[in-house]
T-cell receptor, first 111, second 113 residues
Framework: NAGVTQTPKFQVLKTGQSMTLQCAQDMNHNSMYWYRQDPGMGLRLIYYSASEGTTDKGEVPNGYNVSRLNKREFSLRLESAAPSQTSVYFC??????????FGPGTRLTVL | RKEVEQDPGPFNVPEGATVAFNCTYSNSASQSFFWYRQDCRKEPKLLMSVYSSGNEDGRFTAQLNRASQYISLLIRDSKLSDSATYLCVVNEEWTGTASKLTFGTGTRLQVTL
């Protein structure tokens, strides 16, 4: 099992550009999450999806959209990137209430 | 006020030492508690869950004090490989279909020879 995979690993964007971060899990988990991690801030929840077809906002959803394409895949889209969105983005999934399994992360820089 | 607070460290300890980390949380309704480990430039991974009765996994012991709203992690006989950032994590909300975890900013541990 690959667990949780994310693409790309690194990305540099210019302000105003758009991009989609991809996440997939092969553990048959129902719930999936997108976080961002910034120095001194801890991981913050952007959006989550409790099941296929549902998505909900987390703590910091502004500037992002998500799509739960199917049970395996949960994508995060930046429509118009801003320097404040420079961060490390982690996708996670879980089958129970608690233990979350994380992907390797995407390091995004917005110039 | 941060919902989950940790001393950022770094804690620099010699190999073989015992080191303890504490974490406080603000939401008394929080339901479950964890320690995650994060290596430099890697993803967080679950180290252990924390139960009211306390739990031990090899050299690692976790304790929860609900009355005082703090969580602790004790590492005995530190190894060089224990060098990492330890994240205190609290499940503040169970929506019925998904958990919402709140992460502390982490405590960095550096074990030296």
């Amino acid at each position: 099992n690959a667990g949780v995979t994310q693409t790309p690993k690194f990305q540099v964007l210019k302000t105003g550009q758009s991009m989609t971060l991809q996440c997939a899990q092969d553990m048959n988990h129902n719930s999936m999450y997108w976080y961002r991690q910034d120095p001194g801030m801890g991981l913050r929840l952007i959006y989550y999806s409790a099941s296929e077809g549902t998505t909900d906002k987390g703590e910091v959803p502004n500037g992002y959209n998500v799509s739960r394409l199917n049970k395996r895949e949960f994508s995060l889209r930046l429509e118009s990137a801003a320097p404040s969105q420079t961060s490390v983005y982690f996708c996670a999934s879980t089958w129970d209430e608690d233990t979350q399994y994380f992907g390797p992360g995407t390091r995004l820089t917005v110039l | 006020r941060k919902e989950v607070e940790q001393d950022p460290g770094p804690f620099n300890v010699p190999e073989g030492a015992t080191v303890a980390f504490n974490c406080t949380y603000s939401n008394s309704a929080s339901q479950s508690f964890f320690w995650y480990r994060q290596d430099c430039r890697k993803e967080p991974k679950l180290l252990m869950s924390v139960y009211s009765s306390g739990n031990e996994d090899g050299r690692f012991t976790a304790q929860l004090n609900r009355a005082s709203q703090y969580i602790s992690l004790l590492i005995r006989d530190s190894k060089l490989s224990d060098s990492a950032t330890y994240l205190c994590v609290v499940n503040e909300e169970w929506t019925g279909t998904a958990s919402k975890l709140t992460f502390g900013t982490g405590t960095r541990l550096q074990v030296t020879l």
